[in-house]
């Protein structure tokens, strides 16, 4: 088989949704969506080096991004909803055994592209009422475009070619992972147009380096063998996600070569995850900002304190108060933000001898103190009390005992709200 335009194309389609995929997980966000749609596209790469390679291969693997994506809607439902939790239960539970359902009967799939449907309803329904709005309108159309592209392909209709729905379907996914990276950055207040491009070059660059030498010994035999097609996927594999996921195959080979030198290996970390975001600091102007856009972004910076990189990233960044400390180094610039919530969370604390306190003038300060200055995390099982000094130890037993998780995130915003509206006079 000769080297064709049409297997080149292919192969760049393949190593772009492969590259999408990878920056949305190596995004690292909290966001299970982000996450969920990430895994999605990076299957559908799967099933196009499967189809790259051997021509063919079942229609089911193909549903894998639609079970990924119904997820990722789950997951866009506000946390208050009550039947939130279930539903995810649920998915979870059924997602495995109605895949394997589906490789027995192409017609069980129809389920799936009915849920897809839902999920649209879902998130028209859900969507908020504020700046982000459009976003989720993007997602709307996009996600009807998908859901259409799965069910003509994974039921068996053969309506239209498989040749066609292919690409069709990929294309759907790549602007549905397109807008949640769009959706996430604008949700951190975040910039990623040079973030985004950056990595792309980056590793289209070293797959492309890489790929070249496939291509010469292809050139010199003048036909494309079985052998040299898996050479040519695996080493565009390999540039890619190394270059998608460069920090965190340095974080691992940091450890594996300095296992002695762990103050190092945190240094060495959070400068070079401070450095990759860099180009994510956001541009916009606090002093521009109406009142609900700036307290939001107040709350998500308050939670990041115990995170530089992610705090690096924030138009917080901007305030004039951390600008005048160094305006030429972020690191100087980042610990001045940290300081300045920091300070901010320590006015809220009732005046006294006191360290802790349970009456209702302590709510504010114990939920946003002891959570994200201490870095206390009270509703992780995995939150040893043997390593805590005293206050942290019957501050962990009162929130465990006494606060449910939905009130302390109450608390927490609207103790966010309170020193937002401090900062927004200090401006």
Known sequence: ???????????????????????????????????????????????????????????????????FWIGATLYLVSEETSWRQAVIRIWLLTSIPFFILT????????????????????????????????????LVVIGLFFSLSTGLLVLPLNWIPRSWMIPALGLD???????IVLWDAFDEGESIRSHILRSLVSSLYYAGALAVFVVLAIAIDGQ?????????????????????????????????????????????EILRQTADALPRLSTLDPVSMDE????????????????????????????????????????????????????????????????????????????????????LKPYTRRMGKDSLDETSRQTLEWFQSTVPERTLHNWQNAAAKLIADELRTRM
């Open 173 to 179: 996914l790549v602007l549905l992972g397109t807008a």
């Open 103 to 138: 490789l027995l009967n192409a017609w069980f799939s129809l389920i799936a592209v009915l849920a897809l449907f839902a999920c649209l309803v879902l998130i028209v329904r859900f969507k908020p009422q504020s700046q982000a709005k459009p976003s989720y309108a993007l």
């Open 224 to 268: 494309v063998t079985l052998g040299k097609l898996i050479a040519l996927v695996c080493v565009i594999a390999f540039g890619i996600l190394t270059q998608t996921f460069s920090d965190s195959i340095q974080t691992i080979l940091d450890r594996l070569t300095l296992s002695r030198e762990s103050t190092v290996n945190d240094q060495r």
């Open 292 to 375: 609900e856009e700036f307290t939001r972004l107040t709350r998500r910076a308050i939670s990041n304190l115990g995170d530089l990189p992610k705090l690096s990233t924030s138009p917080l960044m901007n305030l004039p108060a951390v600008r005048l400390t160094n305006p030429d180094n972020p690191l100087d610039r980042v610990h001045a933000l940290r300081a300045l919530l920091t300070q901010s969370i320590h006015r809220l604390k009732p005046q006294g001898k006191d360290t802790f306190g349970t009456t209702d003038e302590w709510r504010y300060f114990n939920s946003l103190y002891f959570p994200y200055v201490l870095g």
């Open 1 to 67: 088989m000769p080297l064709t335009l049409l297997l080149i194309v292919n192969l760049f389609f393949y190593g772009f949704t492969l590259w999408l995929g990878g920056y949305l997980l190596a995004r690292n966000s909290q966001k299970m969506t982000v996450a969920l749609t990430g895994w999605g596209v990076v299957f559908y790469a799967v099933a196009l080096a499967l189809e790259i390679i051997w021509g063919q291969q079942p229609n089911g693997i193909l549903l894998i991004p639609a079970l």
